[in-house]
């Protein structure tokens, strides 16, 4: 679903987005562990509020995903973001595995994340990204059927393409993640499993801005995935901001959100697939 042009003459996309889990990376997995309970709630407390300054100052449009029991936790900090410009799309009820859910159960939580999200900010999510990116034989049809855009959970391209069900066209825009384009690959610390940063902030950054070149190059999506908690901190935030700046300094790009990316590749005139890339 490579379009074969970007909205304002760009010639790329950026699509940034950031992972409100908070609390609910330690609820969702059944931990209390307070002292991790509290390194969440920095994202809630400072990093959200940093991302959405920077956003704002770089007049750029993201999307951010949130558990419904992150919003309930601080029901203002997912209407901060709506007000800031920004979408609000589902990533679970609690930060939940969704692959080890039954199919009912599965459904059950969608649509109680859904309306949460919905009542709470007024604007029903178009968009779904599972939590921990895992998904069960279930979550593609039941996101397809419960009416929303896009889902932003798989790895099949680094361009939007759409899911197939049993053989058949669904639909369902897909705005691809990948663990290369996510921070806390690189920068989160953790006990279980043990996990230590292993790539430091300038690193990060390099490999950022590679991605964006390679698709500013071929006119293609370049799409980031961030969390408050891991990008938030005074040594890392300007790793957001230099991607900004490069990406402004390199020529005309779309900033846009996963929502309006998916709507884009769903309706706009697309490259041939024997159109070479670059």
């Known amino acids: 679903m490579a379009p074969a042009a970007w909205p304002g003459n760009a010639r790329c996309a950026l699509a940034l987005s950031f992972d409100c889990d908070h609390e609910t990376a330690e609820l969702g997995s059944g931990g209390q562990a307070v002292g991790r309970l509290g390194w969440a709630e920095f994202g809630r407390r400072v990093g959200v509020p940093r991302i959405l300054n920077l956003l704002a100052h770089h007049q750029a449009s993201a999307s951010f995903f949130i558990p419904a029991v992150t919003a309930l936790l601080d029901p203002d900090e997912p209407r901060r973001i709506v007000e800031g410009g920004h979408e609000i799309g589902v990533h679970g009820w609690i930060h939940e595995n969704t692959s080890t859910l039954d199919e009912a159960t599965e459904?059950?939580?969608?649509?109680?994340?859904?309306?949460?999200?919905e009542q709470i900010t007024g604007q029903r999510p178009t968009g779904h990204r599972a939590a921990q990116w895992d998904l069960s034989p279930h979550t593609i049809k039941l996101v397809a059927e419960l009416g929303f855009a896009y889902d932003s959970s798989?790895?099949?391209?680094?361009d939007c393409y759409e899911l197939v069900l049993d053989g058949a066209a669904s639909g369902l825009v897909e705005v691809p993640v990948d663990w290369v384009?996510?921070?806390?690959?690189?920068?989160?610390?953790?006990?279980?499993?043990?996990?230590?940063?292993?790539?430091?902030?300038?690193q990060v950054r390099d490999i950022?801005?590679?991605?964006?070149?390679?698709?500013?190059?071929?006119?293609?999506?370049?799409?980031?995935?961030?969390?408050?908690?891991?990008?938030?901190?005074?040594?890392?935030?300007?790793?957001?901001?230099?991607?900004?700046?490069h990406a402004r300094a390199r020529g005309p790009v779309w900033i846009a959100s996963h929502q309006a990316v998916a709507k884009h590749a769903l309706t706009a005139p697309r490259v041939r697939s024997s159109e070479p890339r670059i």
């Open 154 to 158: 798989m790895m099949a391209d680094e």
């Open 181 to 202: 384009r996510d921070d806390a690959v690189y920068l989160s610390f953790n006990r279980t499993p043990p996990t230590r940063p292993y790539a430091s902030p300038e």
């Open 208 to 245: 950022f801005i590679r991605e964006f070149d390679a698709a500013f190059d071929e006119g293609g999506l370049c799409q980031l995935v961030m969390h408050p908690f891991v990008i938030g901190y005074r040594s890392r935030i300007w790793i957001l901001e230099e991607v900004l700046r």
């Open 107 to 117: 459904r059950a939580m969608l649509v109680r994340s859904r309306d949460v999200l």
